[in-house]
């Protein structure tokens, strides 16, 4: 049985950095592709940024891009997503999330393509 636990969130004043993790077990990290999601209040969900299947794909959500950096550390198994810079609207539940097969990080964020979530860790920037 494939579980995912995230850890890490908090509040965080604008400007601020978070890294969140992501325990998986149950399978090797290395045959996932993984992704980062997150929820604010009142709004859908939406992909932050998905990698594919050895990291030959990785999206970023234009929102994000250039502030937070997805990886993964196969003997730990354990997902990351590092956040600099975060601002207000960063503000939601963020879920990590894997699935099998996908070279296109892409469509698995932008398609919500997953077969395993985590349960959500909430991040709130706010001064």
């Known amino acids: 049985q494939v579980q995912l636990v995230e850890s890490g969130g908090g509040l965080v004043q604008p400007g601020g950095s978070l890294r969140l993790s992501c325990q998986v077990s149950?399978?090797?990290?290395?045959?996932?592709?993984i992704g980062w999601f997150r929820q604010a209040p009142g709004k859908g969900r939406e992909g932050v940024s998905c990698?594919?299947?050895?990291?030959?794909?990785?999206y970023y959500a234009d929102s994000v891009k250039g502030r937070f950096t997805i990886s993964r550390d196969i003997p730990k198994n354990t997902i990351y997503l590092q956040m600099n810079s975060l601002k207000p609207d960063d503000t939601a539940v963020y879920y990590c999330?894997?699935?099998?097969?996908?070279?296109?990080?892409?469509?698995?964020?932008?398609?919500?393509?997953?077969?395993?979530w985590g349960q959500g860790t909430q991040v709130t920037v706010s001064s």
């Open positions: 999330a894997a699935t099998w097969g996908i070279s296109s990080a892409q469509n698995m964020c932008a398609r919500q393509i997953v077969a395993y």
């Open positions: 990698s594919s299947v050895g990291d030959d794909s990785t």
């Open positions: 149950g399978q090797s990290l290395e045959y996932f592709a």
